[in-house]
């Protein structure tokens, strides 16, 4: 593939992240992620990270925009209205300089390597031989569920219990 | 091939424009998508590194800590929208500030 198409794809992720968290509607918003998504799954596909390209487009691509898509729809809220110019402005300014300081370091490091040569198989070995990491990783994914679910039924537990007293 | 570089900058634009929203937006559905953006941006970063590293530990884990971090973003986020939902209800709003709330 051609550099300057790689190059638009990068500008292209960076404009869609732009859009996704500036677009009013939120359902417009899902959409620029979803493009995000797109865009740096082709990125990582040519850094010859095909495995991790392909998880990320289906767990940020799929799942995570469903469950956006889901909350979304659930709370009724399509459009964002709470725009705050001066936290805005901030933000910004925050922003703008810890970007500048850190391209600034980037740059100074002196990384200048072409890159291309990362393998799956490596990976997947260090993944096979390390079981700890992926219990642990269940581990983290069990409890952060149990706990998003339990917060759920306790909200419902209360609202009952309300209910009855009324 | 793409310049090391260059991949290192758009991963810091990445996390930059992830870390406005954190900073600079109201609806938890924004702050939410712009901690995404981050975990994103800082997976590009490991991949990029460890595409080309001569440290052989460093090569096998670069493409392994991006996969515990969507793991653990994963499950941030389903905690998060659980948050956002059960706010909803308490507060019908999607509002940051209306949160404290959730206490009462």
Redesign the interface.
């Known amino acids: 593939m051609s550099l300057v198409i790689i190059y638009i794809f990068m500008i292209l992720a960076i404009l869609a992240a732009i859009f996704a968290l500036e677009c009013r509607r939120l359902m417009f918003s899902i959409i620029g992620l979803i493009a995000m998504n797109l865009f740096l799954w082709v990125l990582l596909l040519t850094l010859n990270a095909t495995f991790l390209a392909w998880v990320q487009l289906i767990i940020y691509g799929g799942g995570f925009t469903a469950l956006f898509v889901v909350v979304v729809a659930l709370t009724e809220k399509q459009r964002d209205e709470s725009f705050d110019w001066k936290r805005s402005v901030i933000a910004l300014g925050i922003v703008a300089a810890l970007m500048g300081v850190a391209i600034w370091a980037v740059t100074a490091s002196g990384l200048s390597v072409t890159i291309g040569t990362s393998t799956i198989g490596d990976s997947l070995r260090a993944l096979w031989n390390e079981r700890l990491t992926d219990l642990i990783l269940q581990a983290v994914v069990f409890f952060a569920t149990t706990v998003g679910v339990g917060s759920l039924f306790i909200h419902h537990k209360k609202k009952q219990k309300k209910e009855a007293k009324a | 091939?793409?310049?090391?570089?260059?991949?290192?900058?758009?991963g810091?634009?990445?996390?930059?424009?992830?870390?406005?929203?954190l900073?600079?937006?109201?609806?938890i559905?924004?702050i939410?998508?712009?901690i995404?953006?981050m975990t994103?941006a800082i997976?590009?970063v490991f991949?990029?590194l460890?595409?080309?590293s001569t440290n052989?530990m460093f090569?096998?884990?670069?493409?392994?800590f991006?996969?515990?971090s969507?793991?653990?973003?994963?499950?941030?986020?389903?905690?998060g929208?659980?948050?956002?939902?059960?706010n909803?209800?308490?507060a019908h709003?999607?509002?940051t500030d209306e949160m404290a709330t959730l206490k009462r």
Do not use: C
């Not at chain 2, 969507?70 to 905690?79: E, M, N, P, S, T």
């Not at chain 2, 929208?81 to 059960?86: D, G, K, R, S």
């Open positions: 091939m793409i310049e090391q570089l260059h991949l290192l900058i758009l810091i634009v990445l996390f930059g424009v992830g870390l406005y929203a900073l600079g937006k109201r609806n559905i924004k939410l998508m712009g995404e953006i994103i997976n590009l991949i990029s460890g595409a080309n052989e090569t096998q884990f670069a493409q392994i991006p996969l515990i969507i793991a653990i973003g994963a499950a941030v986020l389903a905690v929208l659980a948050i956002a939902i059960n909803y209800r308490h709003s999607l509002d």
